[in-house]
């Protein structure tokens, strides 16, 4: 969506122009407004397939003729109607439309907030409707169709521009030209085809989630082309991710050369933010955790070395999918951003605390050591930690190798899966008493912990930290707990290239 990490410090005079249906919410607002007009006994007919086929057209297609002559009839059809109930209904609708919004679309409204923007919705639905959403929304301003009134009844008119096309183009010049905003150093999302003459008016444009015309468009003039409820850069096909195609045929049986035990899918939340927090093993341990999420069924964000992202072909796979880049060396806050705007966003973020697989005798001991990236993450989000524990991947691919034994169909090892109830951290959150105000439970925020000492904060990560990995250490088998003392090839499986240090050969 083309946001740079940084905060710019200066004040813009630009503004960030968003459609409604199709691009901050994910389909048509008609059904529900509708259903409003018909609580408030403006609309008496009931729903008909017909009207259910032209918005489900829409919420496929995005904008056509047909939906648009329904808009465009709509207003004469309204005449006669109390202005009064119809700010009724439009507020009912707007209560119910909030929550709908896609859920990267209001990290970036945030974002043009904080680059000093304005933030308008620009849309060809009716005001009465929109306004009370924008108010909703915090927007600072909506342009949309305003239906002619007489009397405090509808005339069956359009009072201004018919936003739509180039009116929606004139309506936000004309804004512009009000509120002192420079349109074409503006930015403008939309997904019809049908507001290229105001994505042509600015500097930013960006199809989202764009039709079919749009897109072609957005390609041929190498427009950005975002998509709202995933992740920058993860793109869409027909409505689906690459991941949601890649789950839905994920099954063990596709790869032949290991077997899976796979159990406690069924802790995992079917909506809303998670961390699934793991043990590290091999390099198999991606797939393995990825079939166990097939099973779910929800698409999850990784986060990976730079190696992998970074590699040629496979990079670009991983990015696909919408991975999150980590650069352990670099000391950046990045990832971690990210990662906690992915669980804002209520997906799925899976995160090897370990961070690497341990080397040497570390990989044979019971007790598993973990980064603070989890526990900032638990932290900041308050989401949920589903402890997952792998055991026996490094059967299949151990570090040593350059790739995994799949020439071992015969007699495949067992790579056992668990993933149990939510880590309770109540206890590791608690931060002991400072001089000037007293610790409370709810200081799990990243607000509160701000008001808290570096040791303190140091303390409490380390705690939550140590509550996960016991958490993830109690899904492991039995023999995980047992102390081993590790041949010299044992040792060197758990290298690269199965090179040892020589301090660690035995003689």
């Known amino acids: 969506m083309g946001e740079p990490v940084a905060k710019s410090k200066q004040r813009a005079t630009n503004a960030a122009f968003f459609d409604l249906d199709r691009t901050l919410l ?17 609309l008496t007919t009931a ?56 859920p990267y679309a209001r990290q970036l409204i945030d974002w043009h907030r904080e680059e000093g923007r304005k933030v308008v919705m620009a849309t060809t639905s009716p005001m009465t409707v929109c306004k009370p959403l924008g108010d909703l929304l ?19 008119t359009v009072d201004g521009h018919y936003v739509w096309g180039p009116g929606k183009r ?20 939309s997904d019809s085809r049908y507001d290229l003459p105001l994505l042509r008016a600015v500097e930013h444009p960006v199809a989202v ?89 929800r698409p999850v964000r990784f986060l990976a070395k730079k190696e992998v992202v970074d590699a040629p072909v496979v990079g670009q796979v991983v990015k696909s999918l919408g991975t999150i880049r980590v650069d352990r060396g670099s000391g950046s806050g990045e990832p971690l951003e990210r990662a906690i705007s992915a669980l804002e966003a209520g997906e799925v973020v899976v995160i090897l605390p370990e961070g690497t697989i341990p080397r040497g005798p570390k990989f044979f001991d019971p007790e598993l050591e973990g980064r603070p990236g989890v526990a900032r993450l638990a932290i900041e989000t308050g989401a949920p930690v ?9 059967d299949v691919w151990p570090r040593n190798a350059k790739l995994p034994a799949v020439w071992n ?66 899904e492991l088998p039995p023999e995980a707990s047992d102390k081993v003392d590790p041949t010299p090839e044992q040792l060197a499986r758990t290298y690269p290239a199965g090179k040892a240090p020589e301090e660690l050969k035995v003689s």
């Open 386 to 394: 589903i402890p997952l524990g792998l055991w026996g991947s490094e």
């Open 209 to 297: 989630n764009p039709d079919p015309r749009l897109l072609v468009a957005a390609t041929a003039m190498r427009w950005p082309v975002a998509y709202l409820d995933v992740p920058d850069g993860v793109p869409k096909v027909l409505g689906t991710e690459p991941q949601e195609a890649v789950l839905a045929v994920a099954r063990p049986e596709m790869v032949p050369y290991a077997r899976f035990d796979i159990d406690g899918t069924d802790f995992v939340p079917k909506e809303g933010p998670v961390i699934i927090a793991a043990n590290h093993r091999s390099y198999f341990d991606p797939l393995v955790i990825g079939f166990a999420m097939a099973r779910v069924g």
């Open 26 to 42: 994910a389909g048509a607002s008609g059904p529900v407004v509708s259903q409003a007009l018909r609580d408030v006994g403006l």
């Open 47 to 102: 729903k008909s397939p017909v009207e259910d086929a032209l918005f489900g057209l829409f919420d496929l297609v995005g904008e056509n003729r047909p939906s648009m002559a329904l808009a465009r009839f709509g207003i004469r059809f309204s005449k006669g109607w109390d202005a009064k109930k119809v700010a009724q209904a439009g507020q009912a609708a707007a209560e119910q439309l909030e929550p709908l919004l896609q």
């Open 409 to 474: 169909i015969t007699s495949p090892p067992k790579v056992r899966v668990r993933l149990g109830p939510p880590v309770d951290l109540t206890k590791a959150m608690k931060v002991p008493a400072t001089k000037s105000k007293k610790s409370s439970a709810k200081k799990s925020t990243k607000k509160s912990s701000k008001k808290l000492t570096k040791a303190q904060v140091q303390k409490r990560e380390q705690k939550v930290v140590a509550a996960i990995m016991d958490a993830i250490r109690a």
């Open 170 to 189: 004139d309506a936000v010049a004309e804004w512009c030209e009000e509120n002192g905003v420079d349109l074409a150093s503006s930015y403008a999302y």
């Open 138 to 156: 915090g927007l600072d301003d909506v342009i949309a169709t305003k239906y002619g009134e007489s009397k405090g009844k509808y005339d069956g």
